[in-house]
């Protein structure tokens, strides 16, 4: 019998990872979005926020919304649905706020239309919230949304999206600062060119990285962590970052560097004792400027959306 209203859940997720600017992201085990997607018998998308959270309701301008707008019209369907947010990560956070609601509108309708599409030909759809959100089509982290592990995004056009083996040991500590930063003014701050030696490192880096976690090599995870197309631009946004990722790397983080556009930062670690360890350090950095912070510590989670 067909469904009526079904529950998803939405991952956090970790973009940039370094040196994977755009195309290289994770999927947390928590926090993430719970949403209700339910028929309502008209023919409009209706939104209902049931967290502390400031959503826009209005579905032009909510990310959910249009993505499961974009994926309506693909379908030639005009059934009307309520997405009901009983759950939010915070927006403005850099852990793939607006990816996770946008990953699972369109996980959630999929389902209750009978799973007309796989997992991963949703992600265009998604990607439209996603471009609500930052004013660009960026994936990386709508791709670990919906699929789950550590995604590379190889290409955009067409899309071509492969997971990347990493070791089993491998953890996260993230600290997200309560400031908020919007990643689409975040990007401006990037500049639009590159000069050919960063290009370099950039791409010897971001090899290294996929190469260190596809063998386990926690050294080469550790030196190929570095971004230089946008961390350096995006920095000046966090009290004294430098010594931040100085005192995550002393307390034994592998790598470090900002989730996203900020302002959270995240940590790789190996095992959960390590990343307990830096999580609290990274803490003690925010706490001793005045300003509040929370910290999770979480395994790459192997699952993107969920129906619960
Ligand atoms: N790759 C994106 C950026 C992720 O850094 O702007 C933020 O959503």
């Not at 209005?58 to 309520?82: C, I, K, Q, T, Y």
């Not at 953890?171 to 930063?181: N, Q, R, T």
């Not at 095992?271 to 990274?282: D, F, I, L």
């Amino acid at each position: 019998m067909a469904r009526d209203e079904i529950k998803v859940y939405g991952p956090a997720t970790v973009s940039n990872v370094g040196p994977g600017f755009d195309l290289l992201g994770f999927a947390l085990e928590s926090p993430g979005d719970e949403l209700i997607v339910r028929r309502n018998g008209t023919s409009k998308l209706v939104l209902y926020n049931q967290t502390d959270s400031k959503l826009p309701t209005d579905p032009e301008l909510n990310v959910a919304a249009v993505a499961a707008a974009s994926l309506l019209r693909e379908l030639h369907s005009n059934e009307g649905f309520d997405l009901v947010f009983t759950r939010k990560i915070n927006p403005g956070s850099g852990v793939g706020s607006s990816a996770a609601s946008c990953a699972a509108a369109v996980v959630g309708l999929n389902e209750l239309l009978g799973s007309p599409y796989e997992i991963a030909e949703l992600i265009p759809h998604a990607m439209e919230g996603e471009k609500v959100a930052s004013g660009s089509t960026h994936a990386d982290n709508i791709a670990p949304a919906m699929l789950g592990g550590i995604t590379l995004i190889r290409g955009y056009d067409p899309l071509d999206i492969k997971h990347i083996p990493y070791p089993d040991d491998l953890w996260c500590a993230v600290i997200h600062p309560h400031l908020e930063i919007k990643t689409a003014e975040s990007r401006k701050l990037i500049p639009q060119t590159v000069p050919l030696e960063t290009a370099l490192k950039q791409a010897g880096n971001l090899a290294g990285l996929v190469a260190g976690l596809t063998t386990g090599d926690y050294p080469l995870i550790g030196r190929s962590v570095s971004d230089l197309f946008a961390e350096p631009y995006r920095i000046h946004q966090l009290p004294d970052y430098k010594a931040l990722k100085e005192s995550a790397l002393n307390a034994g983080s592998v790598g470090t560097g900002l989730s996203g556009s900020g302002p959270s930062v995240f940590s790789l670690c190996r095992g959960e004792e390590m990343a307990s360890g830096v999580g609290e350090q990274m803490k003690k950095h925010f706490t001793v400027r005045g300003i509040e912070s929370r910290v999770y510590i979480s395994r790459i989670s192997q699952a993107g959306c969920k129906i619960i």
